[in-house]
């Protein structure tokens, strides 16, 4: 591990600690960050930092498991939502953490807005997350009786058209 860990006082290697220990790897970079930024640390190295810790306490971490994507599972939360579900949307994201990951949507209709249904990282042991998200997706647009809007399947593209944009195209 680098020497930024020992720079941290014993209170922030704490919560740091904490927050890995829960998969919570978002807040323990910043945490890192902060502390530290004023003594020329950057971003990446505050990641690698965290990610030194996950080594460190790998046996330990309760990992968050992935959101499912069986049918059963999204259409409850399909149906938890506050409107009536026009489509079904898969659409890519990134982070400095996860790299590019995509989000299953539902787009709704009365009221107009979206639910967030699932997020698809990239896994080892799974598919890569535009094929889960494209079978899951689809799969519950088929349940729904509802379209599938996958922009860019083939393509990390977080600014490619959304479904609202092509089914309702503007005069």
Do not use: K
Request: aromatic fraction near 6%.
């Amino acid at each position: 591990m680098s020497g930024w860990w020992a720079c941290l006082e014993e209170r922030t290697r704490r919560e740091v600690d904490a927050d890995v220990l829960r998969d919570r790897r978002v807040p323990a970079i910043r945490s890192v960050w902060n502390a530290l930024r004023p003594l020329g640390l950057g971003l990446a190295e505050a990641e690698r930092v965290v990610q030194a810790r996950y080594e460190a306490l790998a046996d330990q971490v309760r990992r968050t498991p992935p959101d499912p994507l069986d049918v059963p599972s999204l259409a409850a939360r399909a149906a938890a939502l506050p409107g009536r579900v026009a489509a079904i949307e898969a659409l890519w994201d990134g982070d400095t953490v996860h790299d590019w990951f995509v989000l299953l949507l539902a787009v709704l209709e009365d009221p107009d807005g979206e639910g967030h249904l699932a997020t698809v990282y990239h896994r080892r042991d799974a598919s890569p997350p535009r094929t889960a998200a494209a079978e899951a997706g689809r799969a519950l647009a088929d349940h729904l009786g509802v379209p599938f809007h996958f922009p860019s399947p083939n393509v990390p593209d977080d600014r490619a058209p959304r479904w609202r944009a092509v089914a309702r195209p503007t005069d």
